[in-house]
C-alpha cells in the first residue's frame, strides 16, 4: 500500500531521518524530517497553470507548531491552536526567504509549502528541521526548484562554532554570557542564501566564521535531499520559461532614455513620479498586443534593473548621487514627546522612526507560551509601517508578517547591551512607528530604539546602530557594495544584508542573497564596509546624547529586595491577606518571584521606602542591643507588652520601665502608647526582654551610663 522512502545520517549530535511515500501522499511533495526526536512533516502543493494576467510569483510558507507535539494543551480559554505566533511567523519568513530565489524566474504559479511540528524533544528546535523538510519535499514535487537547499543554527562559545545547539541554550542569550550566537544560515550546495542571527558584540571575522562553519555543516544535508530525490523525485513539471525577449527589445527601444532620465532624480517622491511617467510613456508606444502581454510587468522591471544596475557598477554613482560608502545625511532628537518615558526622532535621508520606550513593572512582563515551555519576557519591540510612510494609501489591519520581522531584527540587535533584569528591574516595551520610508526602516528602529532607551534612563552597555548594505553582481564578476540602500536598491539588488551593532562588535546579521556567485571575499568587503558606515551612524547619533538623561518622572521607580526563601511565605500571608495589606497601605505595586527577589514599584519615593519598611519588619529579625520604636499592647502586672518590630512582640518587666521603683506598670503607661525600646535578648523560652529605662524616650537615642547614673544620684 505504501511506497516508503527512507534516508538516515549521522549529523552532529543526533540522527536526521527523511522519510516519504507514507503520509500525506496526495500532495505533490511530503518528507517528514526527524532530528533526534523532532519531528516536521512538509507538504507542498502547486498550481498546474498560472492565473491569467498574474504578474508576480505567488509563493506561501505556512509553518505550524502543534502543542500535542510536546504533550501539551494550548493555554486560555480557546482550546485550540489559532491565529500564527511570532515564531511560527519567523520561521514561516526563515523558510521562504531561501527557497524564493531558487524557483525558474518566469515560474508564477501558486506554490503552497505548509510545514507541521509533529513532535517536539525540547531540544533540537523544530525550526531548522522544517527548513530541511520543506527543501526536500520540494526537491521531490516536480516543481522548477533550482535547490535542494539546507540550514542549520550555529552556536559560538569560547571560540569554538556549535553546530545546532540544544533549544536551551539559545533561550535568553542576555543571561547567559557563555553563549554569543544564535545564528541560522540556509543554503545551496554552492551558496549561501539566507542568515538570520542574534549576537553579543562579535567582530566581522567571528561573523564570517560562523556563516562560513554553517555552510560546510550542511553538505551532508544537502546529499541526503539528493539522495532522496534520486529514488524519490516525481517527473520534473513540464515548464518553459516564457521567452519575452522581442517585449523587452520593445520596451527598451521605447523607454530606456525616459527611465534613466527619471532615475537620475535625488527626489523619492518625484522620482517615483517621473518613473511611472516614464512606464506609462512605454505603454503608449507599444501594440494591444504587447500590452496584454502577461510578461509586460517583468520586462519594465528587467528595463529599471538594466538601468539602475549597470549605471551603478560602470559609474560608481547611485540613484540620488550619492558614492557607493556613503551614509545619507542622519538627523538624530531625543526627549521628542512630552509625557513618554523616552522618545526619539531618528531621521536618515527619507527613512525616519517615531521610537518611543516605555517603562513598567513585573506586571508588563509578557507571557509566552511556547511548545518548550511558558517563559516571560521582560523586552518587547514592536514595529509599525504605515501606508503613509511611503506617501500611499492602503487597507491598515494588525500587524502583518514584514512588521513582526522586522520588528524581530530590531529586537535581536537591541537585546545585546540591555541591563541585567537583577540591575534594572524594569519591563522595557519599545515601540517604532515608521513615519517616512526609503530603506531599511527596521535598521532607523535599532538606532532609534538605543536612543529611545536612554532617553528613558535605561542603562545600556552602550548605543547600538544598524545599516542596510546591498550588492550589484554583473554577469561579468564585476560589482558594488552599496553602502545604506534605497527602497529602490534593495528591490533591483542581488544582496540586501543589515548589520547591527555597538562600536565593539555585531550584535545582529539578517542577509537575503538573490544568485549564487557571492563569494567569502565579497562578504568579508560587505562587512568591512558595514562597519565603516555603522561607525558614522553611531557618531552621528551621539550628538542627540549631550548628557545623562534624567529618568522620567511619569515612570514608576523599581525597587528590588532579596528575602529568604522561607519567609516568602510569611510576606504573602494567608490567601494573599498580607501582600494585599501591604499594597493598600503604601499604595506601591509589590511582585515577588519563587527566588525570594522582591520588586516594589511606585512613581512616589515615600511608598516604596513605606512598602519596603513592611516587608524589611516581617522577614527581618531583631538585632540585640539596638533600640526600636514601639507600642504598647497590653499592661499587666509584672510589666508591658510592646509591639516593637513588625509582629512581633516584647516584655518589658516592670524593673525596666523607669530608673526608680514603680508599684504598677499603669503609672507611667497606657495600652496604645508610643515607647522606645532597647532589645537585651532573649530568655531560655526564646521570650523577648526588652528595657526602656536606658532610653531617651523623646528622642529614642540610648542614655550613656554616667547620665544614668547622675540621674540616680540626683
Known sequence: MFNVTTKTMQWGEETLTLETGKVARQADGSVIATLGETSVMANVTFAKSPKPGQDFFPLTVHYQEKYYAAGKVPGGFFKREARPTEKETLTARLIDRPIRPLFVPGFKHEVLVMCTVLSHDLVNDPDVVAMIAASAALTISGAPFMGPIAGCRVGYVDGDYILNPEVEDMQNLRNNPEQRLDLVVAGTKDAVMMVESEAYELSEEEMLGAVTFAHEQIQPVIDLIISLAEDAAKEPFDFQAPDYSDLYAAVKAAGEDNIRAAYAITDKQERTNAVAAAKEAIKAALTEEQLEDANLGSALKKLEASVLRGDVVKTGKRIDGRALDTVRPIVSETGFLPRTHGSALFTRGETQGLVVTTLGTGDDEQMIDALHGTYKSNFMLHYNFPPYSVGEVGRVSGPGRREIGHGKLAWRALQAVLPAATDFPYTIRIVSEITESNGSSSMASVCGGSLSMMDAGVPLKSAVAGVAMGLILEDDGSYAILTDILGDEDHLGDMDFKVAGTEAGITSLQMDIKVAGITPEIMQKALAQAKEGR????????????????????????????????KIREVIGSGGKVIREIVEVSGAKVDINDDGIIKIASPNGDAIKKAYDMIHSIVAEPEEGKVYKGKVVKIVDFGAFVNFFGKRDGLVH?????????????????????????????????????????????????????KKTEEAEG
Open 654 to 706: 516592670v524593673s525596666q520601665i523607669e530608673n526608680r521603683r514603680l508599684n504598677h506598670p499603669s503609672d507611667v503607661l497606657k495600652e496604645g502608647q508610643e515607647v522606645f525600646v532597647k532589645l537585651l535578648g532573649f530568655d531560655d523560652r526564646g521570650k523577648v526582654r526588652l528595657a526602656m529605662k536606658m532610653v531617651d524616650q523623646e528622642t529614642g537615642e540610648e542614655v550613656a551610663p554616667e
Open 535 to 566: 561607525m558614522h551612524i553611531l557618531g552621528e547619533m551621539s550628538k542627540a546624547l549631550t548628557g545623562a538623561a534624567e529618568f522620567s518622572v511619569h515612570a514608576p521607580r523599581i525597587e528590588t529586595m532579596q528575602v529568604p526563601t522561607d
